[in-house]
């Protein structure tokens, strides 16, 4: 009896073990998971009734992806930002180019790293921000992308594409997606004054009412252009500086959030808040007390660009698909999804709402935008200089 | 009088260990997007839940993960926990130390060491033509790394009650090892071995950590799913999705413990 | 007889081989190497600074506390339990473990709508005309977070150590004339000890390293050690440093553990 247990846990465990790698030519797996894509759907089709057409796409494709090598096997694998992209655009992309995509999201640019990093997986197509774009440049992990399949890009707006240069001198290896800006999210209702600069987040005042952000970068943001210096300094005197005004604000601060702010602006818990403008739009429209502003002492204009990691393995699809979310009708459906403003000048025209168009959080003025930085990668010794000093503010 | 203050010690236990579950049920019902805002009633979120396949498949990933990854930590730590028991100590408490390793580290260290040897592996495998996808077998094989300490700790307790005099007295009057084991041992183990299982599925449902840094791309847990969509506000799916499982582990439960009361009533 | 059992602990072995021993290997390889490779102490040392030991200090004293308030609240319930009519116990215990099927990052959430400031309990605390409750992004609220999230584990054990006290003994002894303070000191407790170990174990571990629920309950205001390891694993992508904290959080881990196991005299002890 006790045998059997053991031979039957050493078959358990020999499978377990052995099945985690699967040859990279098999045949019968894809096979079998394209018979499942089939069941699964056609047993919808009967509920709906109307899918038919795209469950003989989608098994179709698995099926040549089962007889085609590798190099071609019909798939895009996405690794976006949590809640980043419209989930019917994918379907169109899939209906359309008959190229399945494999959908992954992250939650910073700091998880993403590693992964990307450490090879585990081969992702085709990334969405990182500008400083993070920098960075895997520097260390050799993005490839170039041939323009050549990528036509749309005429869409996008030059401006957009000059701003890039700042992390990807002559835009070879990204195309911008989102962008927008740092700034004060505040509840007309509990504050009077009118807010203009980053020192109301240091107002006795709103003991218990402000919400930061809880990232080195942001947060260090904050504090530095409240002082007068660049968002990108090196100097640690200016960081060391910037540290102490943030230990000074923090017995004001109710907390240190990233995106909650959202949900909690909205439910009233707190005055003021330092938000994502693409945030903005949406609490506006859940709560029409929430003002958003630009401070004047300038903040960070950010840009979350499409790039093609070193080892993918699907470059071809992943072209296709970053052309894909240029085209002005795709971006306009993102931008009514996730409502951070796109770069697409095409798609910002055929906007209808002409609040929305006209919008200065959607799409500030330059002027507004006079004293903004982009972040940029300072190199591994300062990152770990800017991580010490932030640690010092959580830790007192 | 005693039995009242029990009851209402109970009661308010009930009570802390509810609140939050009966918040997320109200919250599956808000009509607003937001947890923030009461929009009104509605059922709008169980509709779209069912059509939205992204969490319907993260959420049959997580239950067949959880089903095998505790199926297989109860059995191998069943084994393990039985001949440690027979082990001399020093011995014991090396294995015993060696196995609460994962219980004792933080999570994301043991989910990036994980990580760590199913890359190294990777390497290794791809001499001989082989590549380990980062997927269902890599987080089975770390749900499993992680309940094993807890299904040990939770078998150990009880073997150490047993007196083993019983089983020798079974062998000496002729039984087998198996017939002894399986009328002697495992009806006094059993609740330990049920605990044990309890806990790694439960654990396995949980977690998040581990999970994240062993799955491949595509491959989706609740856990993993909800932490992304913390970014941009949980979708309210999810609040009824939870009260969904919530509620049918319920009535599960109560089929499960009224049948045998009826059986006991047609045999008397 | 000994050699089945010899061929019995093969496959775990295998296994804590494969999957515990040679990943800890790789954390204790980059805990003493740097980004070069070459061996250093640095990133155990980085543990004495004044920002990591006040973050270690704080999360031993949240853990502490929460271990301690886990069993009070545990230990009379799993008494009450065990003496609850055999048919209903099943149930019962179900009813306190079904909470934990509900995923743990949304409940901890749900914690945050009852307590905030316009939460669930302020606005009935409001109606009731009651002074309003200001724990959230505190201290107070961590704990009540760790205690709720891993009273469970404190109850299983100590409930399945005590359902198998033999009711004799007790009723020996009270025959023998202790009263039942004198039962529970004597009998019954030293008898649950076991599973008392197990459940300190089972709740003072995962609190001591959380960081999720900090990060929730706490506002991220307040730094414990579990978000110091994470921070350099996430933001600062720094394996190394990380490795050797969770080397050296370890380590404090063992120690307790040790301590543990000298209260637990016979040996008895699940934790080990």
Redesign the interface.
Known sequence: ???L??LS??G??AV??L??????EKPEDTKAAAEETDNAGSTEAEKTGSDTTEVVETSASAETAASAKKENSGEV?V?N???YLD?DVIDLFEEETGIKV???????N??M??KV?????S?DVICPSDYMIQKMIENNLLQELNYENIPNIENIDEEYLKWSEEFDPGNKYSVPYCWGTVGILYNTSMVDEPVESWDILWDEKYKDNILMQ???RDAMMVSLKKLGYSMNTTSEEEVAAATDALIEE?PL????????V???M????AALGVIYSGEAIYTQR??ENLEYVIPKEGSNLWIDSWVIPKNAQNKENAEAFINFLCRADIALKNFEYITYSTPNKAARDLIEDEEIKNSTIAFPTSDMLANCETYQFLGDDT??MY?NYW??V??S | MKKACSRIYMFLIFVLLYAPILTLIVLSFNASKTRAKWGGWSVKWYISLFENSAIMDALYNTLIIAVLSATIATLLGLTAALSLNQMRKRRRTLIMGIINIPMLNAEIVTGISLMLVFIALGNFMTNFGYTIQFGFWTVLIGHITFNLPYVVLSIMPKLKQINFSTYEAALDLGASHALAFRKVILPDIMPGVLSGFLLAFTLSLDDFVITHFVKGPGFETLSTKIYTEVRKGIKPEMYALSTLLFISVLVLLLIVNVKPKEKKKQAV | MIKKKKLLSGPYLVWTVAFIVIPLLLIVYYGFTNEAGSLTLENIMNMGTPENMKALWLALLLSLISTVLCLILAYPLAMILSNTKANATGLIVMIFIIPMWMNFLLRTLAWQTLLEKNGVINIALKFLGLPSLNIINTPYAIVLGMVYNFLPFMLLPIYNSLIKIDRNVINAAKDLGANEFQTFCKITFPLSLPGVISGITMVFVPSLTTFVISDLLGGSKILLIGNVIEQKFKQGSNWNTGSGLSLVLMLFILVSMAIMQKYDKDGEGAAF
């Open positions: 009896m006790k045998k247990i053991v846990l050493a358990v465990l377990g073990t099945a985690g790698c699967t040859k990279i694998v690794y930002w949590g809640e989930p494999v959908y992954e999201e992250f939650e910073t700091e998880i790293y590693p990093a450490a090879g585990a997986i992702y809880d990232s080195v923090k601060v109710q907390a240190y959030v990233i995106d909650q959202r949900d909690k909205i439910g009233e818990e859940e709560n990152d770990e991580n640690n010092k959580k830790a």
